[in-house]
């Protein structure tokens, strides 16, 4: 099999996942998605939490150079972090998705161990980000900008999840601007 045909069952199980959360790996649905017999995955993937830990970490992986980008863009670590709930907010413009990793952190216990693994290396790498634009920014010492990175992970996870149960882009919006007025995410001040 192609490479394509890899790419393709990742992009098709990323959507799954989105939807539905691990439980939402179906390799028959997959399949017809990408128009492969489902047999035919098992050569990429031999099993369906092989393939569920290449989703989550390919997915860890991709929004770890999404933040990259953000700051490679942005020398202001104040303007990095305004940006930061962008990455949150594109999955509920695409499809009224949810972060992966978030659908995936409420299946925990039903998760095999290389897909928990994939799970917090995303949470890790999404809070040491924003701890480092925290330090960057001279918001306090190591420890208080890692809980603060954890808490704006957690609050902007949060505020995701009840805008899509309720469809509702524009709460998610809302809450990223209380969060911002609160002060636990910083803004970029107005000279």
Known sequence: MSENAREAILA????AAQLHGYSGINFRSIGETVGIKNASIYYHFPSKAELGAAVAARYWQDTAKALEAIREVNPDPLRCLALY??????SLENGNRLCLSSFMAAEHEDLPEEIRREVKAYADASVAW???RLMEAGLGSVAQCERRALAIYTAVAG??????TRSDIELFDALIQDYRDAGLIPTVSRR
């Not at 098709?12 to 959507?15: L, Q, S």
């Not at 709930?85 to 594109?90: E, H, L, V, Y």
């Open 12 to 15: 098709a199980a990323k959507t």
């Open 85 to 90: 709930p962008s990455i949150f907010r594109n």
């Open 130 to 132: 924003l701890a480092d």
């Open 159 to 164: 505020a995701q999840l009840i805008a899509r």
